[in-house]
């Protein structure tokens, strides 16, 4: 008899971690290799914010249990935050805190969803979406976009996609991994289409809200069409505006039920997130919001980078995003190519695998997040790194025969 769960064949590792330990594994091996692997912002967490850790250490804070759905303080940050940035109300019943917003969203399926339950997740879509769906015994329905319609989903997309045993919608703007942000007619013209299915919640990931540039204005869902408070879950973190990834805090608000229940799931697995790490979000919160300015204008600058080069790059077209830190260039124009190695390119992870062996350039094949042939650029490394490795994929692309 098998030792492992049965579950576990539903799944997959992630292609994302995958490629950091390959990228790592030749670093070790004295390879020269530049990671725009990674899911996370190249800067340290804010002084203040550390500083609010130690002294929450320091006064004796931290040394307990807290609330399994996060303690009050924390909540009453989080409330504020949806009020003063989202226009949203909620009571502290309507807040979970979990260990990053991973954990949330894992709990979340775990509570909602039952086998045969479908859950529409727009493609590309952040690796781990589909695979938590699975877990929790539902049924991941992609929805595939295009480059022409910058990575955005349409009302006639979702509208068709939409069966009896639709269960959540899943929308991720600013994505993760095309950068692709959603205007406010944009996500209009999709909540529109929510309104005349009421069985169909959605999830709203607003993980990267802040990482937008050009004068992009960001609104939640629920922001957009108030009538689907009681059906949305608003997803959101510290991890990445606030470069606190380590530190493992996300959070959501919901109707009360659902937190209710999820908190369930988190009371008979975790138990209540980091005391330390819950004292620094309440810092990042209520804190200065001064470096978040700062840091986009730097992340902006890296952005317009990749975009330039990665178009002089021969085969590839990269769409400039709204937001994230991501870029997701198309390299349909290498593939059947053959690489100096003597390797004919067939797909997007032989592109990936190929660059990474000649220039020492790790990337995430664009057919890991549900859409080839591509691939994900992190652009939340140094700038000179980050122009140090465009030259690469330019010379490798140029190299192709
Ligand atoms: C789209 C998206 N949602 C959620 C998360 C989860 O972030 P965390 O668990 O660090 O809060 C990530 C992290 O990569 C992400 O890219």
């Not at 986009?296 to 400039?320: H, T, W, Y």
């Amino acid at each position: 008899m098998a030792f492992l769960a049965d579950s576990l064949k539903r799944i997959k590792p992630s292609a994302t971690m995958a490629v950091t330990d390959k990228a790592r594994a030749l670093k070790a091996a004295g390879r020269d290799v530049i990671g725009l692997g990674a899911g996370e912002p190249d800067f340290d967490t804010p002084d203040n914010i550390k500083q609010a850790a130690i002294k929450a250490i320091q006064a004796g804070k931290v040394s307990k249990y807290t609330a399994v759905d996060g303690m009050p303080e924390l909540k009453a940050a989080i409330i504020a935050k949806f009020k003063r940035e989202n226009g949203l109300e909620y009571k502290p019943s309507q807040v979970i805190v979990g260990v990053g917003g991973k954990h949330v969203l894992y709990n979340t399926f775990m509570a909602t969803v039952n086998p045969g339950d479908e859950v529409i997740i727009p493609a590309p879509y952040w690796v781990s979406y589909p695979e938590m769906v699975l877990l929790a015994g539902g049924t991941p329905v992609a929805v595939t976009t295009t480059i022409e319609s910058g990575f955005k989903m349409t009302a006639e997309q979702l509208e068709r996609a939409i069966t009896p045993k639709t269960k959540w919608l899943i929308l991720n703007s600013p994505s993760n991994p095309s950068g692709a942000a959603y205007t406010r007619d944009e996500v209009k013209a999709l909540t529109d289409v929510l309104v005349k299915h009421p069985h169909v919640w959605l999830l709203t990931d607003d993980m990267y809200e802040h990482l937008v540039y050009d004068d992009f204005k960001f609104y939640t869902p629920v922001q957009v069409e108030p009538s689907l408070y009681e059906r949305t879950l608003t997803l959101n973190g510290v991890s990445k505006a606030y470069c606190m990834t380590g530190w493992r805090i996300g959070y959501a608000g919901a109707a009360e039920h659902l937190i209710k229940a999820i908190a369930m799931i988190q009371s008979q697995s975790t138990t209540n997130a980091s005391a330390v790490s819950q004292w620094a979000a309440v810092e990042a919160l209520n804190g200065p919001q001064d470096f978040i300015p700062k840091h986009n204008a730097i992340f902006k600058e890296r952005r317009d980078l990749c975009v330039s080069m990665l178009n002089q790059a021969k085969g590839l077209k990269c769409p400039k995003p709204e937001g994230a830190f991501y870029v997701f260039p198309s390299c349909e124009g290498a593939m059947g190519r053959t690489a100096p190695s003597g390797k004919k390119l067939a797909t997007d992870e032989d592109f990936v695998t190929e660059l990474l062996e000649t220039e020492g350039v790790a990337v995430v094949h664009g057919s890991a997040f549900g859409l080839g042939p591509a691939f994900r650029v992190s652009y939340a490394t140094a700038t000179t790194s980050l122009k140090e490795a465009c030259e690469r994929i330019q010379r490798f692309c140029g190299n192709l025969r």
